[in-house]
Every structure is written in structure tokens, then in C-alpha cells.
């Protein structure tokens, strides 16, 4: 029997249409058939890439004795996570309150008007750990249906009017200062592991924005150990296994805390992020390291994630198929001496094996290890050490590859188009522009409506049904910025406007705030307001960021005061959990630092102009916006008024209200940012 999945656009979904369990999607219609049949509504929330989410499915939802305990008792609605922020978080914040840890796959139990009253995440087909199976939870929570039906709408109850009750105290008493920030760093210097780089113990993250608040402090303070942070960092995540030596680009973590062996599952949004962190770091120290993994991660992003129709995919599966018809996680990564020597030949096999720290008892699980780049590997023959890492590509490429979420989201994309564009001006790649050029006009076609307003997937050149939150207008429109600078197309401020007008429009709360949907978004037992920063920036401080940017540009102070309102909540948090606002720190030293508005003028074909322009390219000044272009042109709004010197090309470079006289020589430009 064919479910209700068959036509969604999710990947996640469509690996469960052919599930014996009756699911539906998210929809009214669910609700109603609940209501309608007086059954509870099991709610599965997962994500493709998720391991344990496979697990269950395999072990339950394939299952044909517990889908038919499933379907003669609830409503099954299933939900992908990435394409429904909204409704993930507002039950995850319910099974966090509850059981005090969440994680995915989620299953929740709820009313049929939407209420949880029964939480878990994995549960196994049989009792195991201590843990119930999940056959005996569905007979558990029919029983209390059948028996105990006014409990359970008591505790419902009690869950929603707790929910609703948690507003933000966020601090909304101005923007976080020298101080904050002063003790932010202390905060992560406090966490900081000077052993292995990066926060806090095992499983270890790479810490994207934390790292671009250190970068932008020491430019803006000379903080040394806010660099010396950074960089040790970035190293020692690209020495590990959490990167591939091989392919370029990172794991999802590391479930050590020496970055050695990673979750397999490699994000869209962990490589844009981390392409620009390293970025970031070569133009802060000039750093072979950061340049080699910036430029590999990009080429990662466009020749394993790209979709036909010129956006980004969300991810690549941990698990894929070793040969012998199992999946098995990081099958498609791991190495064995013996596989090395069968590829190499025994010679350089050995120097393969030293290089990449492959060892005979392995890293990883059954004798495989992750390659590494360890120490204390000392100079080898670089044209011996590139020969082999070809040809270990060339034979990585005949195993089974991962599978593929090739949903593209909104934001995400916005991610993507930042770091492909910054990285390839920096590195005079004009391929990673154009790349990040069309995924932005992949956004405008298909993601965006006449209104601007934007819907958060698409899948094969084809919008889904779901509304864009926060994250996906904040990001788009950083994307958008980003791409203005460095093409000097002004269409792109204009379309990243419109986007953050919405913002202002639709997604704005008292005193500052910002929720998560918009005011006319589907009401949900509790409007979602989350303004941390966990794996990629939080709608919140995406927004407040890219607010202040547009209004650097503009000199709009209504986009401007909304960035400062946004950034109440960094004064609040970021002397207290500073790991989890990294970017709001970020961007709060981009307000500190001004963010100086820089205007480069002249005309295109010139090399004084385009010297002058890379000049300001290169800038660290925190959160610098640049417009480059010819004097009084229409394309940007910092063009104007700004007239050539000596009839040259000139810098204008203001901040605080206040500007230099215009500089026409690049080193003078250099010393001002």
C-alpha cells in the first residue's frame, strides 16, 4: 500500500512512501482525520542524513506487524526536520523540557489539536538498555488513550500553557559593548581545549562562528589569543578525520575531542560556513593551510553538492553501501593497509599509511581508520604525496557513494553563495562566483514569489509548499550581499532589500525580537523565537547581521535600529553561553567596528581601480560592506556623490557617521581598513 509520501518533494519523505505504515504529512488534514477517527497522532520527525532515523525506519517502520499496531491506533504524520524548522523546534523545545535531552529521529505523541503528551526520540524493536520497544510504547499510549483519557489531556495541557509561558528574557536594555565581548572571549578562552583546538569535550563541532568572532575580535581589538584560538582551531580540524583529505570538505562532528573520527554526514550549511571561516583566516594571517582548505571546500560544495538546476543540495548520507550489500557507516571514507597496498602497490602504500596516520589496528571500527594528517608526518616528496592522494580519490570513486539530500534550502543556499563568492574574489576563482551567481538566480526563479516572499525548498526546479522562516529571508539576504560586493551588481542589495523589508514586515516582536515565522505563518502550539546559534547562525542573529550590513549600505536607520534591537539578546547571552551565539558576537563586533562602508570608484578595465578594489576586498575590518563601481553610478547607494580624484580612481572608507579624506593609493587603503 502506497502512503500519502509519494509526492512530496522531501527526500527524507519519499524514503517512506513505500513504508507499510499509512503516513501522512504534516497537514490539517491529518489533524482532522485524527479527530475524526478519535485516535492520537504519532509524530516522526527525522532528517536524510540522520543515522538513527534510518535505524528506526528499518526496524520499525518497515516492520509489518508494528505498522499494523501503528495504523489501527494513530495517525502517523511524518515531518523532515529541514524543510520544517518550525514545527521541529516547537516539539523538540517540548521533548527537551520533558525528558531533558532530544535528538533525532523525534517521536512525539500529541492530541488532535496538536498537543504533546508523550515524548522520546530512538526507541528500539525490542526492550534494550533499559529502554521500552516501541511496541510497547504504542500499547502503552493506546492504553492511556483508551483508559486514562483525562491524564493525558491534563498533562497536554500543562506541556502547551508551559511552552507558551516561556518568553524570552533577552536583555533588551541596548547592544552588547567592549565589556560584553571582553568577557565573551574569557568565557570561550575558560572552554577553550588547548590540547586539540575547538569547545568543550567530546562530541566535538566545528565551531564556524565562534571562529568568525575570534577573527573579527582580533581585528579589531589586535587580541592575539583570539587569533593563536582561531587559527590552532581551523588547523587541527583540517589535520583531522572530521576533514576529508581526500575530497575536501567536512564531517557534520567529531565524536572525539581529538577531531579523529567524524560522523560521517557532510552538511551544506557546516561547508559554506566553514569555506568562509578559512577564508576569513587567510586573510587574517596569510595562511597556506586556510587558503588550500577554503579553495578545497568550495570545489567540494560545487562537485558533490551542485543540483542540475544550479542550487545546492543539503547534505550527503554517513552511511553507504561497503560492498557487501550492508550500510554501513563511513564505508565510502575508511582504509585499511591492505586496501592502501592494493591500490598503491607496497611502497607507497607505507608512505600513504605514515602520511594519513593508517594504522594496522585503525582508527575507526574494524580495523579501518580515517585519514588524518597527523603531526608528527614530516616533510614528504609533495609531487610522490599528490600522486597518491589522485589515485586514492580515483579508486574512492568506484565504491558505492553516499546517498544524497538533494532538497535545496533557502537558506542554506544563502550560506553557500556567501562563501563561494567571498572565496572565489579573494582567490581570483571566477568559476566559484559564477557558481554562487547562479544558485542566487536559482533562489530568484524558483524560491522567491512577485511579493518576495520565499519558499524555503525546492526540489528538481520545483518550490515546495513551505513557507521560508527567518533563517531563510536572513540568509538568502547575506548571500545576496555578499555577491553584491564582490560583483558589483547592485541588483543584488536591491533583491537582499526586499527580502529584509519583509523581516521587518513580518517577523519583528516587542522590544526588539525577532520569531522565528512570520505573523500570517501556520499557528503552532507555540510561535518559535530561538535566537542561539547551534549549527548554523540562528534566524535572529542571521537577520540582525544582515540588517546591519543593508544598512551600512543605505544609510537606512530603520534596518539599522533592528539589527541593534536584535543584538540585545548578545548582551544578554554572550557573556553567559558565548559558544552558543557565536554569531551574534560576530556581528555584534561588526556594530562596534562601525561596520566602515567602503566605496571604491573608477572604471572597470582600470588596474589602479581593480587594485584598489581587491585592496578593500581583502579588508578585515568586522563586517566591512564595499561598493565598488563607476562615480554617481545607480548601482549602489554608497556611489554617490563620491566623484574620481584627479581624475583616478579613489577609496571612500566612513564609519560612525563620520568619512576619511579618499585615498588613491592601496597601501594608504590597507592601513584605513
Known amino acids: 500500500m502506497a502512503n500519502r509520501l509519494a509526492h512530496e518533494t522531501s527526500p527524507y519523505l519519499l524514503q517512506h512512501a513505500d513504508n507499510p505504515v499509512d503516513w501522512w504529512p504534516w497537514s490539517a488534514e491529518a489533524f482532522e482525520e485524527a479527530r475524526r477517527r478519535d485516535v492520537p497522532v504519532l509524530l516522526s520527525v527525522g532528517y536524510s542524513s540522520c543515522h538513527w532515523c534510518h535505524v528506526m525506519a528499518h526496524e520499525s517502520f518497515e516492520d509489518d506487524a508494528t505498522a499494523a499496531l501503528v495504523n489501527a491506533n494513530f495517525v502517523a504524520v511524518k515531518v523532515d526536520r529541514e524543510e520544517r524548522p518550525d514545527v521541529d523546534a516547537v516539539y523538540m523545545e517540548a521533548v527537551q523540557a520533558a525528558t531533558g535531552q532530544g535528538g533525532w529521529p523525534m517521536t512525539v505523541f500529541l492530541t488532535p489539536d496538536a498537543a504533546p503528551f508523550y515524548f522520546g526520540t530512538y526507541f528500539p524493536p525490542e526492550p534494550r538498555h533499559g529502554m521500552p520497544s516501541f511496541p510497547e510504547v504504542l500499547e502503552g499510549v493506546k492504553g492511556a488513550w483508551a483508559d486514562r483519557r483525562d491524564e493525558v489531556g491534563e498533562v497536554a495541557e500543562r506541556i502547551v500553557k508551559d511552552l507558551a509561558g516561556r ?15 571582553a568577557q565573551a572571549l574569557l568565557g570561550l578562552t575558560r572552554e577553550y581545549d588547548a590540547t586539540s583546538g575547538g569547545f568543550g569535550g567530546a562530541p566535538k563541532f566545528p565551531p564556524s562562528m565562534t571562529l568568525e568572532f575570534l577573527l573579527r575580535h582580533h581585528a579589531r581589538t589586535g587580541s592575539e589569543g583570539a587569533l593563536q584560538m582561531a587559527a590552532d ?38 561547508n559554506a560556513l566553514l569555506c568562509r571561516v578559512y577564508a576569513h583566516l587567510w586573510k587574517a594571517t596569510g595562511s597556506d593551510l586556510a587558503r588550500r582548505v577554503a579553495l578545497e571546500t568550495a570545489d567540494f560544495l560545487v562537485r558533490e553538492l551542485r543540483t542540475p538546476e544550479g542550487g545546492f543540495a543539503s547534505a550527503l548520507d554517513a552511511d553507504s553501501d561497503d560492498g557487501t550489500g550492508r550500510h554501513v557507516e563511513g564505508a565510502y571514507y575508511v582504509w585499511t593497509p591492505e586496501r592502501l597496498t592494493e591500490v598503491l602497490g607496497a611502497e607507497d602504500a607505507a608512505l600513504a599509511a605514515a602520511h594519513y596516520g593508517v594504522t594496522e589496528d585503525g582508527t575507526f571500527e574494524h580495523g579501518s581508520s580515517v585519514l588524518q594528517l597527523p603531526q608528527e608526518a614530516g616533510p614528504a616528496d609533495a609531487d610522490r604525496i599528490a600522486s597518491i592522494a589522485a589515485r586514492l580519490l ?38 566559484l562566483v559564477e557558481r554562487a551567481t547562479e544558485a542566487a538566480d536559482l533562489l530568484v526563479r524558483v524560491h522567491m514569489d512577485e511579493s518576495a516572499r520565499l519558499t524555503r525548498t525546492s526540489k528538481d526546479g520545483r518550490a515546495g509548499t513551505n513557507d521560508g522562516v527567518l533563517e531563510d529571508y536572513a540568509d538568502v539576504a547575506e548571500g545576496f550581499l555578499a555577491l553584491a560586493a564582490v560583483t558589483g551588481e547592485g541588483a543584488w542589495l536591491d533583491f537582499a532589500g526586499f527580502l529584509l523589508d519583509l523581516v521587518l514586515d513580518r517577523f519583528t516582536a516587542e522590544g526588539g525580537a525577532f520569531y522565528d515565522t512570520a505573523h500570517d505563518a501556520e499557528a503552532l502550539i507555540r510561535r518559535p523565537q530561538d535566537p542561539t546559534d547551534n549549527a548554523a547562525p540562528s534566524g535572529w542573529t542571521a537577520a540582525a547581521g ?11 536607520d530603520a534596518h539599522r535600529a533592528a539589527a541593534e534591537g536584535g543584538l540585545g539578546v548578545v548582551k544578554a547571552l554572550g557573556p553567559r553561553a558565548p559558544r552558543f551565539i557565536g554569531w551574534g558576537l560576530a556581528v555584534s563586533e561588526a556594530l562596534l567596528d562601525g561596520p566602515r562602508e567602503i566605496a571604491v570608484v573608477g572604471a572597470a578595465g582600470d588596474t589602479a581601480f581593480q587594485e584598489l578594489r581587491r585592496t578593500a576586498l581583502l579588508a578585515t575590518a568586522p563586517g566591512a560592506v564595499l561598493a565598488s563601481g563607476a562615480p554617481d553610478s545607480e548601482e549602489f547607494p554608497l556611489l554617490r556623490d563620491r566623484p574620481l580624484v584627479a581624475g583616478g580612481p579613489a577609496a571612500y572608507v566612513c564609519r560612525h557617521f563620520t568619512c576619511d579624506a579618499p585615498v588613491t593609493d592601496p597601501e594608504a587603503l590597507r592601513r584605513k581598513l
Open 167 to 181: 518568553s524570552l528574557a533577552y536583555g533588551g536594555d541596548g547592544v552588547p559593548g567592549e565589556e560584553e565581548l
Open 233 to 270: 582551531t581551523c588547523e587541527a580540524m583540517a589535520r583531522g578525520g572530521i576533514y576529508d583529505q581526500l575530497g575536501g570538505g567536512f564531517a557534520r562532528y567529531a565524536v572525539d575531542r581529538a577531531w579523529v573520527v567524524p560522523h560521517f554526514e557532510k552538511m551544506l550549511y557546516d
Open 394 to 431: 580515483a579508486a574512492r570513486e568506484e565504491r558505492a557513494r553516499p546517498g544524497r539530500d538533494d532538497k535545496v534550502v533557502a537558506a542554506w543556499n544563502g550560506l553557500a553563495i556567501a562563501a563561494l563568492a567571498e572565496t572565489g574574489a579573494l582567490f581570483d576563482r571566477p568559476d
Open 546 to 556: 544582515a540588517l546591519l550590513s543593508y544598512a551600512a549600505h543605505t544609510g537606512s
